[in-house]
């Protein structure tokens, strides 16, 4: 267990919806970053927050968003979902922002 | 934009064998390079990282290397055992903070 949690564990929703995954990172980490890891692929490094503060972006798309507040947790909103949508979203935290990064369980998202 | 390159792809090794797995990458500032193990359903995880001031660090059958110069990084597994078979990322830190992963290598090893 890496002290990051994640909710939901699974979610099952339709073309069109939006969606909300929360993550609570471990106690004392300032940073959380946030993965799309789709079918037999790789990890897509999507946003990147620090103490509440966007930090970095990657290839995150414009119907994505997120957030962090300040009692440190964060949300990624997930609208206009599109079948392609359906992955496994994961969630990390560090200390900082050069410090090893932990990752929660991850979020399965299903798109029908 | 900036890429991390990894090879193999797949891999498969005898128990007791090494694995060996390499990663480039682009961008001359990144200065922090981790090796997560990934199973089946599983979030990665953590299993050895080096920083830019080091070439090389070893934690029990693994090891990891790193040539700056030529900006390539490397993963040793020795005496390898089935329970070693996973997908292992590597991955770099850019200069904009953002951490940039390869696409994996699925390592098997057969008993």
């Known amino acids: 267990d890496s002290g990051v949690t994640q909710t939901p564990k699974h979610l099952i929703t339709a073309t069109g919806q939006r969606v909300t995954l929360r993550c609570s990172p471990r106690?004392?980490?300032?940073?959380v970053y946030w993965y799309q890891q789709s079918l037999d692929q790789g990890l897509q490094f999507l946003i990147q927050y620090y103490n509440g503060e966007e930090r970095a972006k990657g290839n995150i798309l414009e119907r994505f968003s997120a957030q962090q507040f300040p009692d440190l947790h964060s949300e990624l909103n997930l609208s206009s979902l599109e079948l392609g949508d359906s992955a496994l979203y994961f969630c990390?935290?560090?200390?900082?922002?050069?410090?090893?990064?932990?990752f929660g369980p991850g979020t399965r998202l299903l798109v029908l | 934009g900036e890429n991390v390159e990894q090879h193999p792809s797949t891999l498969s090794v005898q128990e007791g064998d090494s694995a060996v797995i390499k990663c480039t990458y682009s961008?001359?500032?990144?200065?922090?390079f981790p090796w997560y193990k990934q199973e089946l359903g599983k979030r990665p995880q953590l299993i050895i990282d080096?920083?830019?001031?080091?070439g090389e660090k070893k934690d029990q059958r693994i090891a990891v290397t790193l040539n700056k110069t030529a900006k390539h990084f490397s993963l040793h597994i020795t005496e390898t055992q089935p329970e070693d078979s996973a997908v292992y990322f590597c991955a770099a830190k850019m200069s904009l903070d953002d951490m940039r992963f390869g696409a994996g290598t699925r390592l098997t090893v057969k008993p």
């Open positions: 080096i920083r830019s001031n080091v």
């Open positions: 961008d001359s500032a990144s200065n922090y």
């Open positions: 106690s004392g980490d300032l940073s």
């Open positions: 990390a935290s560090s200390e900082g922002s050069t410090e090893t990064q932990y």
